[in-house]
Protein backbone atom coordinates (compact mmCIF):
# COMPACT_ATOMS: atom_id res chain seq x y z
CA UNK A 1 0.00 0.00 0.00
CA UNK A 2 2.87 2.20 1.28
CA UNK A 3 4.75 1.67 -1.97
CA UNK A 4 1.83 2.12 -3.99
CA UNK A 5 0.99 5.70 -2.85
CA UNK A 6 4.57 6.83 -3.22
CA UNK A 7 4.28 5.59 -6.55
CA UNK A 8 1.16 7.71 -7.38
CA UNK A 9 3.19 10.70 -5.76
CA UNK A 10 5.55 10.60 -7.79
CA UNK A 11 3.13 9.99 -10.81
CA UNK A 12 1.81 13.24 -9.64
CA UNK A 13 4.87 15.09 -9.44
CA UNK A 14 6.07 14.13 -12.83
CA UNK A 15 2.38 15.33 -14.05
CA UNK A 16 2.79 18.28 -12.38
CA UNK A 17 6.13 19.06 -13.51
CA UNK A 18 5.16 17.96 -17.27
CA UNK A 19 2.15 20.29 -17.24
CA UNK A 20 3.99 23.29 -16.15
CA UNK A 21 6.88 22.76 -18.60
CA UNK A 22 4.10 22.82 -20.97
CA UNK A 23 2.62 25.97 -20.04
CA UNK A 24 5.76 27.73 -20.10
CA UNK A 25 6.41 26.86 -23.39
CA UNK A 26 3.36 27.76 -24.11
CA UNK A 27 4.08 31.32 -22.47
CA UNK A 28 7.63 31.67 -24.34
CA UNK A 29 6.28 30.65 -27.12
CA UNK A 30 4.08 33.62 -27.09
CA UNK A 31 6.52 36.27 -25.18
CA UNK A 32 9.10 35.45 -27.89
CA UNK A 33 8.21 37.22 -30.95
CA UNK A 34 7.91 40.26 -29.16
CA UNK A 35 10.92 39.51 -27.58
CA UNK A 36 12.89 38.69 -30.74
CA UNK A 37 11.08 41.53 -32.41
CA UNK A 38 12.79 43.99 -30.10
CA UNK A 39 15.87 42.88 -30.25
CA UNK A 40 15.65 42.77 -34.00
CA UNK A 41 14.59 46.15 -33.65
CA UNK A 42 17.61 46.86 -31.74
CA UNK A 43 20.22 45.12 -33.71
CA UNK A 44 19.44 46.82 -37.12
CA UNK A 45 18.20 50.35 -36.24
CA UNK A 46 20.79 50.74 -33.46
CA UNK A 47 18.50 53.68 -32.88
CA UNK A 48 20.31 57.07 -30.94
CA UNK A 49 17.83 58.87 -28.56
CA UNK A 50 17.27 62.36 -29.42
CA UNK A 51 18.47 64.70 -27.01
CA UNK A 52 17.34 68.61 -26.15
CA UNK A 53 20.68 69.44 -26.18
CA UNK A 54 21.78 67.87 -29.26
CA UNK A 55 19.23 70.21 -31.20
CA UNK A 56 20.80 73.70 -31.81
CA UNK A 57 18.80 76.96 -33.26
CA UNK A 58 17.36 77.50 -36.81
CA UNK A 59 15.94 79.75 -38.73
CA UNK A 60 12.19 80.34 -39.46
CA UNK A 61 12.32 78.32 -42.71
CA UNK A 62 14.74 76.89 -45.08
CA UNK A 63 15.03 74.72 -48.03
CA UNK A 64 17.63 72.00 -49.46
CA UNK A 65 18.73 72.71 -53.09
CA UNK A 66 20.72 70.22 -54.06
CA UNK A 67 18.40 67.16 -53.79
CA UNK A 68 16.70 66.12 -57.16
CA UNK A 69 13.15 64.96 -57.33
CA UNK A 70 13.66 61.23 -57.97
CA UNK A 71 10.23 59.04 -57.99
CA UNK A 72 8.65 56.20 -59.64
CA UNK A 73 5.13 54.99 -60.71
CA UNK A 74 6.11 51.56 -58.79
CA UNK A 75 6.66 51.09 -55.37
CA UNK A 76 10.31 51.78 -55.23
CA UNK A 77 9.90 53.94 -51.94
CA UNK A 78 12.38 52.69 -49.98
CA UNK A 79 15.46 53.06 -52.58
CA UNK A 80 14.22 56.47 -54.27
CA UNK A 81 14.70 58.36 -51.16
CA UNK A 82 17.83 56.43 -50.86
CA UNK A 83 19.04 57.16 -54.49
CA UNK A 84 17.97 60.95 -53.51
CA UNK A 85 20.26 61.22 -50.75
CA UNK A 86 23.11 59.28 -52.35
CA UNK A 87 22.67 62.24 -55.48
CA UNK A 88 22.79 65.16 -52.91
CA UNK A 89 26.39 63.11 -52.27
CA UNK A 90 27.16 63.30 -56.33
CA UNK A 91 26.11 59.41 -56.27
CA UNK A 92 23.75 58.69 -59.14
CA UNK A 93 23.12 55.20 -59.97
CA UNK A 94 19.67 53.77 -61.35
CA UNK A 95 17.39 52.37 -58.94
CA UNK A 96 18.22 49.07 -59.49
CA UNK A 97 21.78 49.91 -57.65
CA UNK A 98 20.20 51.35 -54.23
CA UNK A 99 18.19 47.81 -54.77
CA UNK A 100 20.63 45.56 -54.60
CA UNK A 101 22.61 47.04 -51.65
CA UNK A 102 19.93 47.34 -49.58
CA UNK A 103 18.43 43.85 -50.74
CA UNK A 104 15.04 45.49 -50.70
CA UNK A 105 13.63 43.49 -53.55
CA UNK A 106 15.64 40.60 -53.27
CA UNK A 107 12.98 38.75 -50.59
CA UNK A 108 9.44 38.28 -49.29
CA UNK A 109 7.48 39.02 -46.74
CA UNK A 110 3.86 37.81 -45.57
CA UNK A 111 2.22 37.97 -42.80
CA UNK A 112 0.42 34.57 -41.21
CA UNK A 113 -3.02 34.13 -41.60
CA UNK A 114 -3.71 36.87 -44.08
CA UNK A 115 -3.73 37.89 -47.77
CA UNK A 116 -1.42 40.57 -47.60
CA UNK A 117 2.27 39.71 -49.28
CA UNK A 118 5.14 41.72 -50.05
CA UNK A 119 8.08 41.26 -52.37
CA UNK A 120 10.42 43.27 -50.02
CA UNK A 121 12.40 42.77 -47.20
CA UNK A 122 13.17 45.36 -44.17
CA UNK A 123 14.38 48.73 -45.51
CA UNK A 124 15.62 50.08 -42.29
CA UNK A 125 17.84 46.95 -41.99
CA UNK A 126 18.64 48.03 -45.89
CA UNK A 127 19.94 51.17 -45.28
CA UNK A 128 22.26 50.82 -42.38
CA UNK A 129 23.40 47.83 -45.03
CA UNK A 130 23.47 50.05 -48.18
CA UNK A 131 24.92 52.94 -46.51
CA UNK A 132 29.00 52.31 -46.35
CA UNK A 133 29.06 50.71 -50.00
CA UNK A 134 27.97 54.92 -50.94
CA UNK A 135 30.42 56.31 -48.08
CA UNK A 136 27.64 56.72 -46.04
CA UNK A 137 26.80 56.03 -42.13
CA UNK A 138 23.09 56.22 -41.42
CA UNK A 139 22.21 57.28 -38.44
CA UNK A 140 18.62 56.35 -36.25
CA UNK A 141 17.22 59.43 -34.11
CA UNK A 142 13.88 58.16 -32.26
CA UNK A 143 12.10 60.18 -29.07
CA UNK A 144 8.45 60.09 -27.82
CA UNK A 145 8.88 64.10 -27.58
CA UNK A 146 7.00 65.26 -30.74
CA UNK A 147 7.83 69.18 -29.88
CA UNK A 148 11.63 67.70 -29.90
CA UNK A 149 11.16 65.38 -32.85
CA UNK A 150 9.83 68.77 -34.50
CA UNK A 151 12.64 71.01 -33.66
CA UNK A 152 14.93 67.88 -34.69
CA UNK A 153 13.87 67.15 -37.87
CA UNK A 154 13.76 71.86 -38.66
CA UNK A 155 17.73 71.80 -37.53
CA UNK A 156 18.70 68.63 -39.58
CA UNK A 157 17.15 70.50 -42.54
CA UNK A 158 19.06 73.78 -41.35
CA UNK A 159 21.98 71.65 -41.75
CA UNK A 160 21.94 70.56 -45.05
CA UNK A 161 20.64 67.17 -44.21
CA UNK A 162 18.15 65.02 -45.98
CA UNK A 163 16.07 63.70 -43.71
CA UNK A 164 14.08 60.53 -44.36
CA UNK A 165 11.27 59.54 -42.39
CA UNK A 166 9.32 56.10 -42.51
CA UNK A 167 5.32 56.83 -42.18
CA UNK A 168 2.02 55.93 -42.71
CA UNK A 169 1.38 57.04 -46.43
CA UNK A 170 -1.87 56.90 -45.87
CA UNK A 171 -2.57 59.95 -43.03
CA UNK A 172 -0.75 62.07 -45.85
CA UNK A 173 -3.96 63.85 -47.77
CA UNK A 174 -1.97 63.70 -51.39
CA UNK A 175 -1.08 60.47 -51.50
CA UNK A 176 -3.14 58.11 -53.70
CA UNK A 177 -3.49 55.42 -54.02
CA UNK A 178 -1.38 55.09 -50.27
CA UNK A 179 0.46 52.68 -48.66
CA UNK A 180 0.95 52.15 -44.82
CA UNK A 181 4.15 51.26 -45.10
CA UNK A 182 5.48 54.23 -46.80
CA UNK A 183 9.15 56.09 -47.07
CA UNK A 184 9.45 59.61 -47.96
CA UNK A 185 12.26 62.30 -48.17
CA UNK A 186 11.58 65.58 -46.12
CA UNK A 187 14.07 68.88 -48.29
CA UNK A 188 12.69 72.16 -46.36
CA UNK A 189 10.37 73.59 -43.69
CA UNK A 190 8.73 76.78 -42.80
CA UNK A 191 6.34 78.03 -40.16
CA UNK A 192 3.85 76.25 -41.47
CA UNK A 193 5.08 73.12 -42.17
CA UNK A 194 7.72 70.63 -43.85
CA UNK A 195 8.05 69.97 -47.91
CA UNK A 196 8.54 66.37 -49.04
CA UNK A 197 9.73 64.96 -52.10
CA UNK A 198 7.08 61.80 -52.48
CA UNK A 199 8.81 59.06 -53.63
CA UNK A 200 5.86 57.12 -55.90
CA UNK A 201 2.94 57.20 -57.47
CA UNK A 202 3.81 59.53 -60.79
CA UNK A 203 7.36 59.13 -62.32
CA UNK A 204 9.68 61.90 -61.84
CA UNK A 205 13.09 63.00 -62.09
CA UNK A 206 13.51 66.71 -61.20
CA UNK A 207 16.26 68.56 -60.80
CA UNK A 208 17.19 70.43 -57.37
CA UNK A 209 15.35 72.99 -56.26
CA UNK A 210 11.62 72.10 -56.53
CA UNK A 211 9.96 72.83 -53.27
CA UNK A 212 7.88 69.24 -53.01
CA UNK A 213 4.79 68.86 -51.54
CA UNK A 214 3.72 70.77 -48.01
CA UNK A 215 2.64 68.68 -44.99
CA UNK A 216 1.75 70.41 -41.55
CA UNK A 217 3.42 69.53 -38.12
CA UNK A 218 0.40 67.85 -36.73
CA UNK A 219 0.00 65.57 -39.69
CA UNK A 220 3.76 64.32 -40.01
CA UNK A 221 3.49 63.92 -36.37
CA UNK A 222 0.30 61.08 -36.85
CA UNK A 223 1.57 59.68 -40.06
CA UNK A 224 5.04 59.07 -38.30
CA UNK A 225 3.76 57.86 -34.93
CA UNK A 226 1.46 55.45 -36.78
CA UNK A 227 4.21 53.85 -38.53
CA UNK A 228 5.98 53.02 -35.69
CA UNK A 229 2.97 51.88 -33.63
CA UNK A 230 1.95 49.65 -36.65
CA UNK A 231 5.78 48.16 -36.65
CA UNK A 232 5.40 47.97 -32.48
CA UNK A 233 8.55 50.12 -32.45
CA UNK A 234 9.77 51.06 -28.57
CA UNK A 235 9.23 54.64 -29.75
CA UNK A 236 6.39 56.94 -31.23
CA UNK A 237 8.71 59.27 -33.69
CA UNK A 238 12.13 58.32 -35.85
CA UNK A 239 13.94 60.03 -38.50
CA UNK A 240 16.87 59.14 -40.75
CA UNK A 241 19.96 60.37 -41.71
CA UNK A 242 22.96 59.95 -43.20
CA UNK A 243 26.57 61.20 -42.78
CA UNK A 244 29.70 60.83 -45.20
CA UNK A 245 31.74 58.50 -43.88
CA UNK A 246 34.32 55.60 -45.34
CA UNK A 247 33.38 53.51 -48.84
CA UNK A 248 33.30 50.06 -47.97
CA UNK A 249 33.77 47.84 -51.64
CA UNK A 250 33.85 44.27 -50.80
CA UNK A 251 30.31 42.83 -52.06
CA UNK A 252 30.75 39.15 -50.83
CA UNK A 253 28.32 40.60 -47.54
CA UNK A 254 26.32 42.00 -50.14
CA UNK A 255 26.19 38.78 -51.63
CA UNK A 256 25.61 36.85 -48.94
CA UNK A 257 22.59 38.66 -47.55
CA UNK A 258 20.81 38.98 -50.67
CA UNK A 259 21.24 35.18 -51.08
CA UNK A 260 19.81 34.71 -47.49
CA UNK A 261 16.73 37.06 -47.90
CA UNK A 262 15.85 35.24 -51.15
CA UNK A 263 16.30 31.86 -49.55
CA UNK A 264 14.25 32.28 -46.51
CA UNK A 265 14.15 29.78 -43.83
CA UNK A 266 13.43 32.32 -41.05
CA UNK A 267 14.19 31.45 -37.58
CA UNK A 268 11.78 33.49 -35.90
CA UNK A 269 8.64 35.75 -36.77
CA UNK A 270 6.44 35.60 -40.61
CA UNK A 271 8.22 33.62 -43.17
CA UNK A 272 10.06 34.96 -45.30
CA UNK A 273 11.89 34.81 -48.92
CA UNK A 274 11.32 31.57 -51.02
CA UNK A 275 9.02 30.23 -47.53
CA UNK A 276 7.19 33.36 -47.83
CA UNK A 277 6.11 32.56 -51.85
CA UNK A 278 5.42 28.98 -50.95
CA UNK A 279 3.08 29.47 -47.91
CA UNK A 280 1.45 32.17 -49.72
CA UNK A 281 0.90 29.27 -52.72
CA UNK A 282 -0.93 27.20 -50.35
CA UNK A 283 -2.62 29.65 -48.81
CA UNK A 284 -4.06 30.26 -52.26
CA UNK A 285 -4.79 26.92 -52.55
CA UNK A 286 -6.91 26.18 -49.15
CA UNK A 287 -8.33 29.74 -48.86
CA UNK A 288 -9.09 30.42 -52.55
CA UNK A 289 -12.96 31.12 -52.33
CA UNK A 290 -12.31 33.93 -49.57
CA UNK A 291 -10.23 36.06 -51.55
CA UNK A 292 -11.52 39.35 -52.64
CA UNK A 293 -9.80 40.20 -55.70
CA UNK A 294 -11.24 43.61 -56.17
CA UNK A 295 -8.44 44.79 -53.51
CA UNK A 296 -5.31 46.06 -55.35
CA UNK A 297 -4.27 48.36 -52.40
CA UNK A 298 -0.80 48.55 -51.46
CA UNK A 299 0.22 44.95 -49.63
CA UNK A 300 -2.89 42.94 -50.89
CA UNK A 301 -1.97 39.61 -53.09
CA UNK A 302 -2.81 41.32 -56.51
CA UNK A 303 -0.61 44.34 -55.73
CA UNK A 304 1.74 42.24 -54.19
CA UNK A 305 2.53 39.17 -57.30
CA UNK A 306 2.14 41.99 -59.78
CA UNK A 307 5.26 44.13 -57.77
CA UNK A 308 6.92 40.80 -57.79
CA UNK A 309 6.86 40.52 -61.32
CA UNK A 310 8.29 43.96 -61.89
CA UNK A 311 10.60 44.00 -59.31
CA UNK A 312 12.47 40.65 -60.02
CA UNK A 313 12.61 41.84 -64.10
CA UNK A 314 14.33 45.02 -62.97
CA UNK A 315 16.12 42.90 -61.16
CA UNK A 316 17.32 40.77 -64.14
CA UNK A 317 18.21 44.44 -66.01
CA UNK A 318 20.17 45.81 -62.97
CA UNK A 319 22.01 42.29 -62.62
CA UNK A 320 22.77 41.58 -66.45
CA UNK A 321 23.99 45.87 -66.68
CA UNK A 322 26.15 45.78 -63.65
CA UNK A 323 27.64 42.14 -64.18
CA UNK A 324 27.96 41.77 -67.62
CA UNK A 325 30.26 38.39 -68.28
CA UNK A 326 30.02 37.04 -65.34
CA UNK A 327 28.43 33.87 -65.73
CA UNK A 328 27.05 33.27 -62.13
CA UNK A 329 25.45 36.51 -61.98
CA UNK A 330 23.85 36.66 -65.30
CA UNK A 331 22.05 32.97 -64.52
CA UNK A 332 20.53 34.16 -61.94
CA UNK A 333 19.57 37.09 -63.66
CA UNK A 334 18.14 35.04 -66.35
CA UNK A 335 16.31 32.91 -63.10
CA UNK A 336 14.72 36.18 -61.85
CA UNK A 337 13.45 37.23 -65.65
CA UNK A 338 11.39 33.01 -65.60
CA UNK A 339 10.29 34.24 -62.14
CA UNK A 340 8.92 37.34 -63.15
CA UNK A 341 7.36 35.33 -65.65
CA UNK A 342 5.40 33.12 -63.82
CA UNK A 343 4.56 36.06 -61.65
CA UNK A 344 3.34 37.70 -64.45
CA UNK A 345 1.15 34.86 -65.15
CA UNK A 346 -0.27 34.77 -62.02
CA UNK A 347 -1.50 37.79 -62.12
CA UNK A 348 -2.86 37.49 -65.27
CA UNK A 349 -4.68 34.56 -63.62
CA UNK A 350 -5.94 36.29 -60.57
CA UNK A 351 -7.28 39.65 -62.41
CA UNK A 352 -9.63 36.92 -64.58
CA UNK A 353 -10.81 35.08 -61.13
CA UNK A 354 -10.66 32.14 -59.33
CA UNK A 355 -13.51 29.78 -60.89
CA UNK A 356 -12.74 26.53 -58.88
CA UNK A 357 -10.29 24.51 -56.89
CA UNK A 358 -8.57 23.66 -60.31
CA UNK A 359 -7.49 27.50 -61.24
CA UNK A 360 -6.02 27.82 -57.44
CA UNK A 361 -4.10 25.22 -57.76
CA UNK A 362 -2.45 26.44 -61.31
CA UNK A 363 -1.98 29.93 -59.44
CA UNK A 364 -0.29 28.08 -56.45
CA UNK A 365 2.04 25.97 -58.32
CA UNK A 366 3.00 28.77 -60.27
CA UNK A 367 3.84 30.93 -57.10
CA UNK A 368 5.58 27.42 -56.26
CA UNK A 369 7.89 27.29 -59.19
CA UNK A 370 8.37 31.02 -58.96
CA UNK A 371 9.35 30.12 -55.50
CA UNK A 372 11.76 27.52 -56.24
CA UNK A 373 13.54 29.79 -58.86
CA UNK A 374 13.84 32.37 -56.14
CA UNK A 375 15.59 29.91 -53.56
CA UNK A 376 18.10 28.99 -56.88
CA UNK A 377 19.22 32.72 -57.11
CA UNK A 378 19.80 32.48 -52.83
CA UNK A 379 21.92 29.86 -53.38
CA UNK A 380 23.94 31.44 -56.32
CA UNK A 381 24.07 34.55 -54.57
CA UNK A 382 25.06 32.81 -50.98
CA UNK A 383 28.51 30.58 -53.00
CA UNK A 384 29.20 34.00 -54.59
CA UNK A 385 28.86 35.85 -51.28
CA UNK A 386 31.63 32.98 -50.07
CA UNK A 387 34.21 34.75 -52.19
CA UNK A 388 34.28 31.66 -54.71
Not at 26 to 39: E, H, I, K, Q, S
Not at 217 to 235: C, E, G, I, K, Y
Request: with cysteine.
Amino acid sequence: MERNRRKRTVWLVLGVVVAMLAIARVVLWLAAPGFFARMYIQQTREPIELARDDVGSFPAEHHLDDIPWIATREWYCQANSLAMIAAQQGINEPIGHFCFLMGFTYGAFREPGKWEFMPYTDPEAGFGVAAPYLGLVRRYYVTDNPSLYLDAVRYYLSQGYVVRVALNGCVLPEMEPCASAHSEVLVGYDTDGFFYYETVIDSRHLPPGEKGIQVSDQTLLDAVADWNQRFSSPWNYALTLFETGPVEQDLDPIWARDGQLLAGESKYGPRQGADAIEVLATWVEEHWAELDLTNTDFGSLRCGVGAAAYTRHSNATYLHTAFTGEADVERAADLFDEAAALYIDALAALEDGIAGQSEAEQIANMLRDAAALEREIGQVFLIRGEGR
